[in-house]
């Protein structure tokens, strides 16, 4: 005869993908005569303080608790009640899982036979199991086949683990719990919810697993997409989950290499802490467009963020690559606003220290392309016609008078030193050999 039943519980797979995800379809009711106060989506419950409920968390449907159900005093050994001994027939029914109990097979003589096939228990009989013995095997108890059909559905079983742990229940391995976590998540990834999936993933007790699969959940599925919904979850993992935002920003900068788009790669690249990274990135592709088109503020967006003292310590070779770059942009603007200073005698011996400086320094620009070598001619060009405009302002002249004026001895070296291709070349050697043959006739 039947002595009592197992508690059952409403497993509905009727509704979409999504539902119940984080829902589990009972109550978490405190105990003694607390009103019931929901902690987190938990399917498990301590419903009162009868003796059954002392230690493990019991399974309650609405306001039925376990002491109406189970007797106060359990069995010696369950396993008697169910398989029987040779005092004793067996009078309880075996605790099969609610989807398993019309399939007409015979489990307990499964159980006994050769093939050594263990049938599956109900979640219930794991929990008085677990009540009776502190260290009964977790595993079983975690199992999707312990509640549903479905074995890929870990939600009951990822929110009986999560009440498990926090009532130090912790004799369940690391690889064992990352499955649970990984599962969950998976499901959790699957109906569109990632950013709870990356909560869930929070939960793996193994730091390098941990990291790990959350930055691969962050690089699946941070977009570049400036939706209000992915805005608002990708808030949510920074701000509510504590998630770095420099993360979010390095899956970004990978979504962006992915899609070619080196603007958005570059700008992701600098928030997500990656200096040295961004300046190769800049100085191969994007500073020969900028320097071409004088795009000046285009780039200096991005150099002057990389100039700052504690990013150009983890670059390599800014001083030959970047900064030459950025202090030729720095000199082009002081050579456009220095009819709007003050002191432009000042002005003039700070330009014209920096593209000394220059001068000497543009040639160290690696060029990988045609377009890299027409920017650095261009920047070449450009210093020669400064250094000349310096020199006459200097010396006091303007117009084309002034070339005769011009100190051929400090033209002319800097003139030398820089990169400039054939025909600008001859150009500004036919320049220095008409100054030169002007001093000649000048002089007494």
Same mark, same amino acid.
């Given at each position: 005869m039947q002595q009592h039943s197992w508690l059952r519980h409403s497993y509905s797979t009727e509704a979409g993908p999504s539902a119940h995800l984080l829902h589990a379809p009972f109550q978490l009711v405190p105990c003694g005569p607390h009103q019931s106060q929901p902690l #987190?989506?938990?399917?498990?419950?301590?419903?009162?303080?009868?003796?059954?409920?002392?230690?493990?968390?019991?399974?309650?449907?609405?306001?039925v608790c376990c002491s109406n159900i189970v007797p106060a005093c359990l069995p010696p050994s369950l396993r008697v009640t169910m398989q029987g001994s040779e005092d004793v027939e067996r009078y309880a029914r075996y605790p099969l899982p609610p /989807? &398993?109990?019309? !399939?007409?097979? $015979?489990?307990?003589? %499964? *159980?006994?036979?050769?093939?050594?096939? !263990?049938?599956?228990?109900?979640?219930? /009989?794991? +929990?008085?199991?677990? /009540?009776? $013995?502190?260290?009964?095997? +977790?595993?079983? +108890?975690?199992?999707?086949?312990?509640v549903t059909a479905d074995h890929l559905d870990f939600r009951l079983s990822w929110h009986v =683990?999560?009440?498990?742990? *926090?009532?130090? /229940? !912790?004799? &369940?391995?690391?690889?064992?719990?990352?499955?649970?976590h990984t599962s969950y998540a998976a499901q959790l990834e699957a109906a569109g &919810?990632?950013? =709870?999936?990356? @909560?869930? #993933?929070?939960h793996i007790p193994n730091p390098r697993q941990r990291l790990r699969a959350v930055r691969e959940q962050l690089n699946r599925h941070c977009t570049l997409e400036? !939706?209000?919904?992915?805005?608002?979850?990708?808030? @949510?993992?920074?701000?509510?989950?504590?998630?770095?935002?420099? =993360?979010v920003?390095? %899956?970004?900068?990978?979504?962006?290499?992915h899609q070619g788009d080196l603007h958005k790669e570059a700008l992701h690249l600098?928030? *997500?802490?990656? =200096?040295?990274?961004c300046h190769q990135l800049v100085v191969r592709h994007l500073a020969s467009d900028a320097i071409i088109n004088e795009n000046y503020s285009y780039l200096k967006f991005f150099l002057g963020r990389l100039a700052l003292p504690e990013c150009t310590l983890h670059i390599q070779d800014w001083d030959t690559a970047g900064a030459v770059f950025h202090d030729y942009i720095r000199v082009m603007e002081m050579v456009r606003g220095i009819a709007e200073v003050d002191n432009p005698a000042y002005e003039l011996e700070k330009i014209h220290t920096e593209v000394m400086s220059l001068c000497s320094r543009i040639e160290l620009i690696q060029c990988l392309s045609a377009k890299d070598r027409l920017a650095q001619a261009d920047m070449a060009k450009q210093l020669a016609n400064t250094l000349r405009t310096v020199l006459s302002l200097q010396q006091g002249g303007e117009g084309s008078g002034s070339r005769a004026r011009l100190p051929l001895r400090l033209l002319a070296p800097c003139i030398r030193r820089l990169p400039l291709p054939e025909d600008y070349a001859l150009q500004e050697l036919r320049g220095l050999t008409r100054t030169y043959l002007q001093e000649l006739t000048v002089q007494p």
């Open positions: #987190l989506p938990m399917s498990l419950t301590k419903c009162c303080s009868s003796p059954c409920c002392g230690v493990v968390c019991c399974m309650v449907v609405g306001p /989807y &398993l109990e019309d !399939t007409g097979v $015979d489990l307990i003589e %499964a *159980a006994e036979s050769e093939d050594g096939g !263990t049938p599956q228990q109900d979640i219930c /009989y794991h +929990l008085l199991k677990l /009540y009776s $013995d502190r260290h009964h095997e +977790l595993h079983p +108890l975690l199992s999707p086949r312990a =683990w999560a009440v498990l742990h *926090a009532l130090h /229940y !912790t004799h &369940l391995s690391e690889k064992q719990q990352a499955t649970v &919810l990632w950013h =709870w999936a990356v @909560f869930v #993933l929070l400036e !939706t209000d919904e992915q805005r608002d979850r990708e808030e @949510f993992v920074q701000q509510r989950l504590s998630i770095p935002p420099q =993360w920003h390095d %899956a970004k900068s990978l979504r962006a290499h600098i928030e *997500a802490g990656h =200096w040295n990274h």
